[in-house]
């Protein structure tokens, strides 16, 4: 079984976040969910996978992040760049880097580690694998909740917040990344970066895994799809609305 490296996203957005000035907290991964920093939980879910040999947390305020943590000997807190991009290739472009890398976020909170085996399970052996929640499946158990979805022939999707880096070659895809994240607002721009194998996708004349599997041949690399079979891993802590519903599924669990 392969051991992976995962990266704990715990940065915060230039200016701060509004959420977190909020809750009157110094990063969003620190806002209280169920009476404990946000972060433990996804940072628990980590450290008791069997597939996880580190974690490595990555923020902009390691001074605060890490005495809100329980010292297991697991983890360890570095310090991040200022986008999600350019950390990632900070770390991958290095001689040492600890391949393969599995990347969620602090935000996470409902993340449980049957999920993230069931992710690196299925999203083992290619270059680059997303996972992802069906709509039907989200609607089931969260009819309310709102979420955003994009549209594929046969289905609407909503990000997991997890990505499993298997190889370097994944660096293509976070270098195309880096080049729109600034932009990410800006459709055009997104679809022109994607070309043809994404328009037609978001044109939905292609099936979300068609859709992704030639993004990965274009960047020469091979792209994967993972359908979590838990619908609560579509589910991050972005707003109030999220808070409450993170603390709801936390009580039922108890």
């Known amino acids: 079984m392969i051991r992976w490296t995962a990266l704990l996203l715990a940065g915060e957005r230039p200016g701060g976040d509004p959420f977190a ?46 005495p809100a943590l329980d010292a297991n000997g697991k983890w ?11 950390t990632l290739l900070a ?15 602090a935000d996470h909170a409902l993340l449980t580690s049957a999920m993230v085996d069931q992710f690196l399970a299925e999203g083992e052996g290619a270059d680059l694998a997303v996972a992802v929640v069906t709509r039907s499946a989200f609607g089931k158990r969260f009819p309310g909740n709102r979420r955003t979805w994009i549209g594929f022939r046969g289905g609407k999707y909503t990000g997991a917040n997890l990505f499993a880096l298997g190889s370097p070659r994944a660096l293509a895809a976070v270098r195309l990344w880096r080049g729109i994240e ?3 607002k800006k459709g055009w ?3 022109l970066a994607l070309g043809w194998p994404g ?20 960047l020469g690399l091979e792209a994967r799809v993972v359908r979590m079979a838990d619908a609560t ?16 599924i936390l009580g039922r669990r108890r």
């Open 189 to 191: 721009r997104l679809l």
């Open 182 to 184: 600034q932009d990410r």
């Open 21 to 66: 000035k909020a809750r009157g907290v110094a990063a969003k991964a620190l806002i209280p969910v169920a009476g404990e920093p946000m972060i433990r939980r996804p940072l628990a879910a980590l450290t008791g996978s069997r597939r996880i040999a580190e974690v490595r947390i990555l923020t902009q305020h390691p001074g605060a992040i890490a």
């Open 199 to 218: 328009l037609l996708g978001l044109l939905r004349l292609r099936t979300l895994d068609q859709t992704v599997a030639a993004l990965g041949r274009k």
């Open 76 to 86: 360890s807190v570095l310090p991040s760049r200022g986008t999600i991009a350019e």
């Open 233 to 248: 891993a579509g589910i991050d802590v972005d707003k109030a609305e999220d808070l409450a519903v993170a603390e709801a």
């Open 91 to 105: 770390l991958g472009e290095r001689g040492d880097a600890p391949w393969p890398l599995l990347v969620t976020t």
